[in-house]
């Protein structure tokens, strides 16, 4: 776990916790203000194709929506940011509404085959897309670029990359395919020497 996260995550009542279950609290020493990403989570990142990211809302709720795009939509901008194009929804515009309102957010990433999970905390601010068509060609493929309605721009102030454990793998279909590719053309290669008798 990264200094700062520790630091944020671990909260007196996580210590006391701690404490009641374990015997003992994990020690906090002084930490920075933030820890920016290094290669192994902007690699991470720019592989993703969708990630989960929590908000809060005014009546102090989590909040929590789904994002997905191809992978890399979510680009490393520098080590201490990140910005993805947003695009049209179902217009309720919770995430939107909350980061108005507290500007925190923790966003998810899942790689379920490496059963590898990266969490992000930050500090976001939405950018209309219309007033900002720099960053819309920016941030979006050409083919997306008409359905961007804001830009989101995430500032890192920490992050962890949790452990595997319960981590059930789920593969997306483009993995499956390229994974059964051989067995299926070994398959049509016996079927092809069954039929000519040889």
Known sequence: ?????????????????????????QPIPPQPERDPLTDDETQFIQSRDSFYMATVTETG??????????????RVVSPTQLAFADYKGNRQMLSTGNIAANNRVCLFLMDYPQRTRLKILGHARIEDARQHPELVTQLAEPETRGIVERVFLIEV??????????????????????????LKQRIAELEAKLASGK
């Open 1 to 25: 776990m990264a200094g700062k996260f520790l630091e944020l995550a671990f909260t007196p009542a996580v210590r006391a916790a701690q404490e009641h279950y374990f015997g003992r609290a």
């Open 157 to 182: 102030i920490s992050f962890d990359w949790n452990c595997p454990k319960y981590i059930t793998p789920r593969y997306t279909e483009a993995e499956v395919r390229a994974a059964v590719a051989p």
């Open 61 to 74: 709720w989590p909040y929590m929506q789904h994002r997905g795009g191809q992978p890399g939509f979510l």
